[in-house]
């Protein structure tokens, strides 16, 4: 089988022959490998700019580091001033909650018995027999809800106590 060559005009006066094979073979290289590039770095900002958002550390919830009420999954609450987040954790600092102890109350008259009561008591993260320290670091996933802590309420009323007597 013979090859077909084709014209190509460089100029008017002047026309080469080129083989078919060698004209089609020559044209779509240098077009694949452009897209190629350009696809591999669209991707590479793309993964640049996702890895950037997601490690990124949050804006404070509030700036002022106010008192909130941190609600968890397993039913504990903190009262704490958030001052750290990021995409998986909230940290806290000056951590208060809620534990309850028996209280003996002693009976009034003879021969009755001593009544037990359970009384809510605050305390403070960092009495505990382990001393922990330091921010407080919470996943995510665990949080169920962050609110704010009312100026008047007996919370902070209460922290402000325990506060004054040390």
Do not use: C
């Amino acid at each position: 089988m013979p090859i077909k060559k084709t014209a190509v005009r460089k100029s008017e006066d002047q026309e080469e022959m080129m083989d078919f094979d060698d004209f089609v073979a020559r044209t779509p290289k240098a077009k694949k490998a452009n897209k190629t590039w350009l696809f591999i770095t669209l991707l590479l900002v793309i993964i640049v700019l996702g890895a950037a958002i997601f490690f990124m550390p949050k804006l404070k919830m509030n700036k002022t580091a106010q008192y909130q009420a941190i609600f968890l999954e397993s039913q504990q609450v903190y009262f704490a001033k958030v001052v750290k987040e990021d995409a998986l954790s909230v940290y806290l600092d000056d951590v208060y909650y809620i534990q309850t102890q028996q209280q003996v109350i002693p009976a009034i008259e003879e021969g009755a018995e001593d009544t037990v009561k359970e009384v809510p008591v605050l305390v403070k993260r960092g009495q505990e027999l382990h001393q922990p320290s330091g921010w407080m670091q919470i996943n995510r996933n665990k949080i169920i809800s962050i609110e704010q802590i009312g100026a008047d309420s007996e919370i902070l009323k209460e922290i402000e106590k325990v506060k004054a007597q040390k």
